[in-house]
């Protein structure tokens, strides 16, 4: 009889797990609000509407299922479901403390405070009165984040301390992303940006990759592109894999995986936060076996299961993913797609949001309209094989004042 996961989430960020898990003959279960979402179109899959952060119902279906396991893949929000499901059935998976210091912002901080790992300076404010107080307390940039919110949604950095607009505009835009409401205010570390892909098997946390990462810099910091391996030096990779890995005894993981994302500041490398999961942006599922063979998503499947995972790397390559430019409008046309698959190294260029289409700025990860994926022999090669094929597809987008002209 074939062992049964559950998988909470079957968007396109899920996809790839629901596919590997139905490859690896296991029975999926997958669990989503939405009952259109892609990943109930896998053939064979079992299919649960049920919101990804109603614990209680998932508990009730993943005993009713009897599953052998259960993960998610690229997002936070169902995190404290797969603990209360890994605790409820003595199954592999975090517990419901380090679910709740992996999901809250606020939270993560103290446990990494406490167990000596560096981070930025902080304080969590649940007010616009305790948010006016805690600023006064900075004297350069700052970052207003949601406590509990992800994909980039809700950041915003105020450049100037003494611009009150600003100041006011920055929590008003970032409070309406918490769900409990809670909202952090830290430092502005300034620095290269990098995440690192980490399985822990038995305690042991072993770091499977270091990605280099791109943003849209101030206000919002979205994730525009990403490189592996780090093209930093031995001496740094060393101390951000040792951030790390400090990260997760702090937050607790002792199974399962891990996203860290950490400046390299000049006192060293610093948390910015930690996803007891996979990353997203096709980081764990497309550029790790690009670069390092080793199949991250197979590995999850198989932890959650209670079975050995295979973590040794199989080759040394580059990959890279770039982001579309864009800006507000309607996507009138994109040409040379088929010219830009062409490229040498190209992998994978996938439309997001196409013709007719409304996009805006890119405030959030979910706003990004498409991206490249490649590789190549180190990572340099990658991302310059990424911009030929962007450099080859032609994008209109028409503004809406432009639209209003023509009218």
């Not at 517990?95 to 000596?116: C, F, P, S, V």
């Not at 992303?177 to 940006?193: C, I, L, N, Q, T």
């Not at 450099?391 to 023509?406: D, L, W």
Request: net charge neutral.
């Amino acid at each position: 009889m074939s062992k049964k996961i559950m998988i909470l989430g079957a968007s396109i960020l899920q996809l790839p797990a629901i596919k590997k898990a139905k490859e690896m003959g296991l029975d999926v279960i997958a669990v989503d609000m939405n009952s259109e979402a892609i990943g109930f179109g896998v053939p064979g899959v079992v299919k649960e509407v049920i919101s990804i952060i109603d614990t209680p119902s998932i508990v009730e279906a993943a005993k009713n299922h009897k599953i052998d396991g259960i993960m998610t893949l690229a997002t936070d929000m169902p995190m404290r479901s797969v603990a209360a499901v890994a605790k409820e059935m003595g199954l592999v998976g975090i517990d419901a403390d380090t679910a709740l210091k992996a999901t809250n912002k606020a939270e993560m901080r103290k446990a990494l405070q406490a167990g000596g790992v560096p981070i930025p300076r902080f304080y969590k404010v649940t007010n616009e009165e305790e948010y006016m107080k805690a600023i006064k307390n900075f004297n350069a940039p700052f970052i207003v984040k949601p406590a509990d919110s992800s994909g980039s949604r809700g950041i915003y950095e105020v450049q100037d301390i003494n611009d009150q607009k600003s100041i006011k505009e920055a929590y008003e835009y970032c409070k309406p992303f918490s769900r409990a409401g809670d909202v952090v205010v830290e430092e502005y570390m300034s620095g290269p940006e990098v995440s690192v892909e980490t399985l822990s098997i038995n305690g042991e946390c072993h770091v499977i990759q270091i990605t280099d990462k791109l943003t849209t810099g101030a206000p919002h910091y979205v994730e525009m592109g990403h490189s592996q391996p780090t093209r930093h030096g031995r001496e740094i990779a060393k101390q951000i894999t040792e951030v790390a890995k400090a990260a997760n005894k702090a937050i607790g993981i002792k199974n399962g995986p891990s996203h860290t994302e950490i400046i390299v500041t000049s006192e060293g490398p610093k948390i910015v936060e930690l996803g007891a999961r996979l990353g997203g942006d096709c980081i764990t599922t497309h550029l790790v076996p690009l670069s390092t063979g080793v199949n991250m998503v197979e590995c999850c499947i198989k932890i959650a299961l209670g079975e050995e995972p295979d973590i040794d790397p199989k080759w040394s390559k580059g990959s890279a993913i770039r982001y579309f430019q864009q800006h507000a409008g309607v996507v009138k046309s994109i040409d040379g797609v088929e010219e830009a698959e062409k490229v040498p190294g190209i992998k994978q260029i996938s439309i997001v949001h196409g013709v007719g289409e409304e996009v805006t700025e890119v405030t959030s990860s979910s706003a990004r309209m498409g991206f490249v994926i490649a590789q190549d022999e180190d990572a340099e090669k990658a991302a310059a094989n990424c911009y030929k094929a962007l450099n080859k597809i032609k994008v209109v987008i028409k503004s809406r004042k432009e639209k209003k002209a023509k009218e």
